[in-house]
């Protein structure tokens, strides 16, 4: 497996948070400081994919998204075209429980047979875990041109693959999207 670089996306509206998500405090650190946490054991090639200067206390590499106001797909095609690796993990930025040990079983999986590889769990694809190569380039621009913004119709595109994963480990994916949630996340961590 040649080397991978990470990309973390820190866009979205935010709207259920009402705060930048990927700031938000789980456990006395920021989400985006827990995810680059599990990610620093893989590479040191670490890209924050934002819009704004509130994550400029980070010393990782930011960038712009190249098209305003496309989703993850817009997100993830910033992140392709800045990247200098053929092979890139992307993650959202608020999935605090992940792990340095699913993204290396992500990584181990994923062959260069496929554009995408993703993690499923109880029937339910998580497309903002994922690996995805550099020639998904082309791919994610023609969707973005036509406003076809939505994540799994662009995996049904494309020669992806799913990697399944037992509940237990799937703990790991859960995404935080409003306050409630990350009330019920405190409270019922283990």
């Known amino acids: 497996m040649e080397k991978v670089a990470v990309s973390i996306l820190c866009g979205g509206k935010s709207s259920r948070m009402q705060s930048e998500k990927g700031l938000v405090l789980f456990q006395g650190k920021a989400f985006i400081e827990h995810i680059i946490e599990a990610a620093l054991p893989i590479s040191n090639k ?98 973005i041109d036509d406003n076809d913004l939505k994540m799994m119709r662009l995996l049904n595109k494309v020669n992806h693959q799913i990697i399944e994963v037992e509940e237990e480990k799937s703990k790991q994916f859960r995404n935080v999207n409003s306050l409630a949630e990350l009330n019920e996340l405190n409270t019922n961590l283990y």
Not at 55 to 81: F, H, M, R
Not at 91 to 105: A, G, V
């Open 46 to 143: 670490i890209q924050l994919v934002t819009n704004t200067s509130a994550y400029d206390y980070l010393s990782y590499e930011k960038i712009n998204d190249i098209e305003l106001n496309k989703g993850p797909i817009g997100g993830i095609y910033s992140a392709l075209v800045h990247s200098e690796n053929e092979i890139n993990l992307i993650l959202s930025c608020d999935i605090p429980l992940i792990s340095t040990e699913i993204l290396l079983e992500l990584i181990a999986k994923h062959t260069t047979d496929f554009e995408v590889s993703v993690f499923s769990n109880a029937n339910k694809i998580h497309p903002l875990i994922g690996i995805y190569s550099k020639k998904m380039i082309p791919i994610l621009k023609k969707a």
